[in-house]
């Protein structure tokens, strides 16, 4: 049964992907976060408050004029733009949660 203009009435509409540079600036952060051994405990803040990534994001629209005192305003706008896209957050718990590329050391002999 079809019911016509009501289809998309009350539709979410779906987050796009992020983009290669939007991928870049979340790798580079999940890499900082993972050195510093916090990769598991981020992931877990950043799924567990998923639903306030939203208000979050609008907070940040409200606080930005402090905020570009220590960070540009193009770096500010871009991480809540991220913030706000559900499938740019998966992206970057994917990323904390894997593990860090180990850089094999020339100088270092393995084992038998």
Do not use: C
């Amino acid at each position: 049964m079809r019911m016509g203009i009501w289809d998309n009435a009350f539709k979410i509409p779906e987050p796009p992907d992020p983009t290669d540079e939007e991928k870049r600036l979340l790798d580079v952060l999940a890499d900082k976060v993972r050195r510093r051994g916090l990769g598991d405990i981020a992931a877990f803040a950043v799924e567990s408050t998923r639903p306030l990534h939203n208000l979050g994001a609008q907070g940040a629209i409200f606080i930005e004029p402090a905020l570009t005192l220590l960070f540009k305003k193009e770096e500010v706008q871009k991480y809540r733009a991220l913030l706000e896209n559900g499938k740019a957050m998966a992206y970057f718990v994917d990323r904390l949660s894997a593990e860090p590329a180990k850089k094999e050391d020339p100088d270092v002999k393995k084992r038998p």
